[in-house]
């Protein structure tokens, strides 16, 4: 069984920088491509960053863009997100999920490409 455990959110104020970790134990059958979501109160789950299995290909959503960083370090077992220049509306809980594999474009953005998901860590960004 695969368990994914998020860690490293916490304030900051607008501007600022923050990075969350998400340690990975079990195993899946398959190497596994990998994201960030968050979610805030009331909104939709939206994808952030994913990461294909051997980090040669990551992906962004448009509004975090030249801001926020994915990668992995898959001797480690351990998926980060440096998040710079934090908005106050990238205040939310941030998700790690972990799929069975690479896909095309789009496809590590899409919550239906992963089947595992940690519980989440809170950013909370400050005027």
């Known amino acids: 069984q695969v368990q994914l455990v998020e860690s490293g959110g916490g304030s900051v104020q607008a501007g600022g920088s923050l990075r969350v970790s998400c340690a990975v134990s079990?195993?899946?059958?398959?190497?596994?491509?990998m994201a960030w979501f968050r979610q805030a109160p009331g909104k939709e789950r939206e994808g952030v960053a994913g990461?294909?299995?051997?980090?040669?290909?990551?992906e962004y959503a448009d509004s975090v863009k030249g801001r926020f960083t994915i990668s992995r370090d898959n001797a480690k077992n351990t998926l980060y997100l440096q998040m710079n220049a934090l908005k106050p509306e990238d205040t939310a809980m941030y998700y790690c999920?972990?799929?069975?594999?690479?896909?095309?474009?789009?496809?590590?953005?899409?919550?239906?490409?992963?089947?595992?998901w940690g519980q989440g860590t809170q950013v909370t960004v400050s005027s």
């Open positions: 990461i294909s299995t051997g980090g040669g290909v990551t």
């Open positions: 999920a972990a799929g069975l594999g690479d896909g095309g474009p789009g496809w590590y953005l899409t919550s239906g490409a992963y089947r595992y």
């Open positions: 079990g195993y899946t059958l398959s190497p596994y491509s």
